[in-house]
């Protein structure tokens, strides 16, 4: 019996921070960005605004398209590097806000590949377990709150938004839709070239770490470009094989926004046509766990989509970690 994903929803919010915005902030210009990024503009949440709240809109909006109500749950998982706290969990706080009284929750932490390996571990639990029959898997970041404003390496690529999509298995046998293949991988090898340093057990806070600016996001730009663009397309060739797919079968490749660059790579690498990969960093930039389920979202309410079409979802970040999914819609 297959998990087949029966309602999207997303949220940004109304924020809107500009490339001319960043300019007054740090030494950068919107050339700069749009030439070597893509992005023209991203979203910040308001102060009082945590993940949960953008996470809460984003499940309210997957919910109502799947018909499901947030009580029928019986798992949340929140794919988020911000959570609202330490502890507890930002899927527990977001169960309380739905009202979803029958749901197990966790959170899960693989950076910008998160919301990848939520559907792999929804996908896995739902299927050996008759116990888990609707999912609700969100990817959520509040990214302007680890971001160091001071920074141009960094702060010029970040946003927030939430994504959020309803998981179900597959009664009506006529029904071709489903989750078809995953492939996921990790390497902690590299695990110092997108970081947090402070503020966990290794390096707990203090005012040093503070006044050092160690609590804030850290990137070798350049060698995570690298690795990207190989571990991406080689996860998608991957899955594509495993499920006799080719990349010209492919409706959608919606891969992780973080640059528009590693986008096109990507895309050339897997021999795809511009316009069956979809883009949308130039809105919100890269919002980690929430970026490639923001763009499924878009697609889904777009009408660019239709039953029995192919969607390949991938992703990579922080750990190091990176994957690719294939769905059928
Ligand atoms: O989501 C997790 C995965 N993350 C990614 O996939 C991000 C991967 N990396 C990238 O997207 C790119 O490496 C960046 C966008 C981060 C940087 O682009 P790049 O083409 O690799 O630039 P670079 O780091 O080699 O920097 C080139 C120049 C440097 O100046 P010099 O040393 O050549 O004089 C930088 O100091 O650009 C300078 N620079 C900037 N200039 C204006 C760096 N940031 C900026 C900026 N504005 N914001």
């Known amino acids: 019996m297959g ?26 210009n919107n050339e700069w960005i749009v030439t070597r990024t893509g992005i023209e503009e991203r979203r910040i949440a308001a102060p009082d605004q945590a993940s949960s709240d953008l996470a809460c809109k984003a499940s309210e909006k997957a919910l109502e398209m799947a018909g499901t109500t947030a009580e029928e749950l019986d798992l949340i998982i929140v794919a988020t590097i911000t959570p609202d706290k330490l502890f507890p969990s930002t899927s527990s706080i977001l169960q309380s806000k739905l009202k979803a009284v029958n749901a197990v929750c966790f959170d899960l932490q693989a950076a910008c590949s998160g919301f990848l390996y939520g559907l792999e571990c929804a996908n896995a639990l739902m299927s050996s377990n008759p116990k888990y029959t609707k ?18 390496n960094t ?8 994504g959020a999509v309803v ?38 806070t203090t005012h040093e770490t503070i006044d050092k600016r160690l609590h804030y996001m850290k990137m070798e730009g350049q060698e995570v ?8 397309s080689k996860a998608c060739k991957e899955v594509m094989e495993t499920a006799k797919v080719k990349p010209e079968d492919i409706r959608w490749l919606i891969p992780h926004q973080a640059n528009l660059r590693i986008i096109k790579a990507v895309g050339s690498k897997l021999g795809m046509n511009e316009e069956n990969v979809f883009v949308n960093l130039n809105k919100y930039g890269n919002t980690s766990a929430a970026s490639v389920v923001i763009a499924l979202d878009e697609i889904v309410r777009s009408g660019k989509i239709k039953r029995g079409d192919y969607i390949l979802l991938t992703a990579f970040g ?11 819609w």
């Open 225 to 232: 470009f690298k690795l990207a663009v190989n571990a991406m």
């Open 3 to 28: 998990i087949k994903i029966k309602g999207t929803g997303s949220y940004t919010p109304e924020k809107i921070l500009t490339n001319a915005d960043l300019e007054k902030m740090v030494d950068t």
């Open 135 to 152: 999912a609700l898997i969100v990817g959520v970041e509040k990214l302007s709150g680890i971001t160091d404003w001071q920074d141009r």
């Open 318 to 328: 922080s750990g190091l970690t990176w994957g690719a999914t294939l769905l059928r």
């Open 167 to 204: 998981l179900e298995k597959r009664i009506d046998k006529n029904d071709i839709g489903g989750i078809l293949a995953s492939k996921l991988g990790s390497d902690g090898n590299y695990r110092d070239i997108i970081q947090v340093p402070a503020g966990g057990s290794s390096m707990p």
């Open 155 to 162: 702060c010029v690529l970040l946003g927030d938004g939430g």
